[in-house]
């Protein structure tokens, strides 16, 4: 003896046609259709986020090598500046010129000053550089949080069109009944 519920099932699908039954298997098809898209789509986006989090990462150290490199660069700048304000004053006593006075001292200045100028432009550049990169991080963090809240919706919008065909359905089985 059959249970009750299969029996109701049963008798339901008894004065189904074939058009009936296969607006059922339509149905099917296309829910599961719809939730394994949604379910992939989601995945994907998910995936796309981890990947967005991975180069707001890479970028945040590349904005600390950027700083650090700036650093490097304007340390072996000021040795390299030191060697020549260190041969300025043996040439100019070498040329009969009494130091601290006259030309070669205006030459030491303004050599020191620019030298003084080009770390402060080395460093700078160095923090632009670094802020670049700290800026496309935050983007890519951002971007990611976008995908993630993008993700939740691809099962949203799966239930509302599978809702649209269940009502198709059965307004093709009222018809046809």
């Known amino acids: 003896m059959c249970p009750p519920l299969l029996a109701g099932i049963g008798s339901a699908f008894s004065g189904m046609g074939a058009s009936g039954l296969l607006s059922l298997g339509s149905f099917a098809a296309s829910a599961y259709g719809q939730a394994y898209s949604a379910g992939i789509a989601e995945q994907n986006m998910l995936r796309q986020a981890q990947i967005m989090d991975y ?14 490199a700036a650093e490097r660069e304007a340390d072996t700048f000021d040795k390299r500046m030191s060697a020549v304000m260190g041969s300025l004053d ?10 601290n006075q006259g030309s070669p001292l205006q030459v030491a200045e ?11 432009a080395i460093l700078n550049a160095g923090e632009v550089a670094a802020y670049a990169q700290r800026t496309g991080a935050a983007s890519e963090t951002s ?15 799966a239930g509302i069109g599978l809702l649209s065909d269940a009502f198709d359905t059965g307004r093709t089985l009222l018809r046809n009944a």
């Open 55 to 68: 180069n707001a990462v890479v970028r945040n150290n590349n904005a600390l090598m950027e700083e650090y």
């Open 90 to 99: 043996p040439q100019a006593a070498v040329s009969n010129v009494v130091i």
């Open 110 to 120: 303004n050599l020191s000053r620019e030298a003084a100028l080009e770390r402060l």
């Open 143 to 157: 971007a990611a949080a976008a995908a993630r809240a993008n993700a939740r919706q691809f099962s949203t919008g």
